[in-house]
């Protein structure tokens, strides 16, 4: 899933959950050591009995490895956007800098910040499969899914190539035709905008029941062509945000024409193709 050049310096989720990225000097993804820790989400970690403070006998890495898991964890329960916020706001740097060490060791021409976003994206989408089963079961599922991004993202680049040498290629033309062929093309004609009626038709009226935020900002990108940097611009947020926004945006507003053209379960082609669509 490639990402635009705005949203290479961080990624930040939509509506409540917005975080704004500071652009560091060489693309350097800005990360808090240790950040204040909202009201909501302290109580929360309390209630599950967390202690933020060392244990016996434990370092301060442990300490915030075994914090992030229950972070992960009461994210994964509740789907709080504070606690993804925050989750985010303290591991992006070391996912960072785990996926540009396994670059350095492939060599094979990736963009780091396109990767961690990638990582960040399924954490989100998959949190249902988190098992915090151990202090520092975050570190080594979120190190896991960063391979594992790496390793789809290397292999679509010989597809790509491919692609491109297909793309120039000239195929022959048939200059004859079957005496039905017009009919036939003409009926699949009629039967093509009926049936693109009707997906216009339920894709306006998803389109009405999203957010105010998330209209503008498919309106920005797909509908006037902005840049994620010009469509932060508009809305007021970093050009880093609008990766997430427009993902989660795309994801409402299929998750709405599913339901609406009756489909009960989500189709996973049509989510590969937002997630693709999303940069």
């Given at each position: 899933?490639p990402?635009?050049?705005?949203a290479r310096?961080g990624l930040c989720i939509p509506?409540?959950?917005v975080?704004t990225?500071?652009a560091?000097?060489h693309g350097?993804p800005p990360q808090?050591?240790?950040?204040?820790l909202?009201?909501a989400?302290?109580?929360a970690?309390?209630?599950?009995g967390?202690?933020?403070?060392?244990?016996?006998?434990?370092s301060?890495?442990s300490?915030?490895?075994?914090i992030?898991t229950?972070l992960?964890a009461l994210?994964?329960d509740?789907?709080?956007?504070?606690s993804?916020?925050v989750l985010?706001s303290?591991?992006r740097?070391g996912v960072?800098?785990?996926?540009?060490r396994?670059?350095?060791?492939q060599?094979c021409g990736l963009?780091p910040?396109?990767?961690?976003?990638?990582t960040?994206v399924?954490?989100y989408?998959?949190s249902?499969?988190?098992r915090d089963?151990?202090p520092e079961s975050?570190?080594?599922?979120?190190?896991?899914?960063?391979?594992n991004?790496?390793?789809?993202?290397?292999s679509q680049?010989?597809?790509r190539?491919e692609?491109?040498?297909g793309?120039n290629?000239?195929?022959?033309?048939?200059?004859g035709?079957?005496?039905?062929r017009?009919?036939?093309?003409?009926?699949e004609?009629?039967g093509?905008?009926?049936t693109?009626?009707l997906?216009?038709q339920h894709?306006?009226?998803?389109?009405?029941?999203?957010?105010?935020r998330d209209?503008?900002?498919?309106e920005?990108v797909?509908?006037?062509?902005?840049?994620y940097?010009?469509?932060g611009?508009?809305?007021?947020v970093?050009?880093?945000n609008?990766?997430?926004i427009?993902?989660?945006?795309r994801q409402?507003?299929?998750g709405?024409m599913?339901r609406?053209?009756?489909?009960?379960?989500?189709v996973r082609?049509?989510?590969?193709?937002?997630l693709?669509?999303?940069?």
């Amino acid at each position: 899933m490639p990402a635009s050049a705005g949203a290479r310096h961080g990624l930040c989720i939509p509506g409540g959950m917005v975080t704004t990225l500071r652009a560091l000097p060489h693309g350097i993804p800005p990360q808090d050591a240790a950040p204040v820790l909202p009201a909501a989400v302290l109580r929360a970690l309390q209630e599950r009995g967390v202690a933020l403070e060392a244990l016996a006998g434990e370092s301060e890495r442990s300490r915030d490895e075994r914090i992030d898991t229950a972070l992960m964890a009461l994210f994964r329960d509740t789907r709080q956007g504070q606690s993804f916020d925050v989750l985010y706001s303290r591991t992006r740097g070391g996912v960072f800098a785990w996926v540009r060490r396994l670059l350095a060791q492939q060599q094979c021409g990736l963009d780091p910040f396109e990767v961690m976003q990638d990582t960040f994206v399924n954490v989100y989408q998959y949190s249902a499969r988190f098992r915090d089963e151990r202090p520092e079961s975050f570190r080594v599922w979120v190190r896991t899914i960063a391979s594992n991004a790496l390793r789809r993202s290397r292999s679509q680049l010989p597809r790509r190539r491919e692609q491109a040498l297909g793309e120039n290629s000239r195929e022959p033309i048939a200059h004859g035709s079957e005496p039905t062929r017009p009919m036939d093309e003409r009926e699949e004609q009629r039967g093509l905008a009926l049936t693109w009626m009707l997906f216009l038709q339920h894709y306006q009226q998803a389109f009405s029941q999203l957010a105010l935020r998330d209209r503008t900002a498919l309106e920005l990108v797909e509908v006037q062509g902005l840049s994620y940097a010009e469509a932060g611009a508009r809305l007021a947020v970093g050009p880093s945000n609008m990766k997430m926004i427009m993902f989660r945006a795309r994801q409402r507003l299929l998750g709405r024409m599913q339901r609406s053209m009756g489909e009960r379960k989500p189709v996973r082609t049509e989510l590969r193709a937002a997630l693709s669509a999303a940069g």
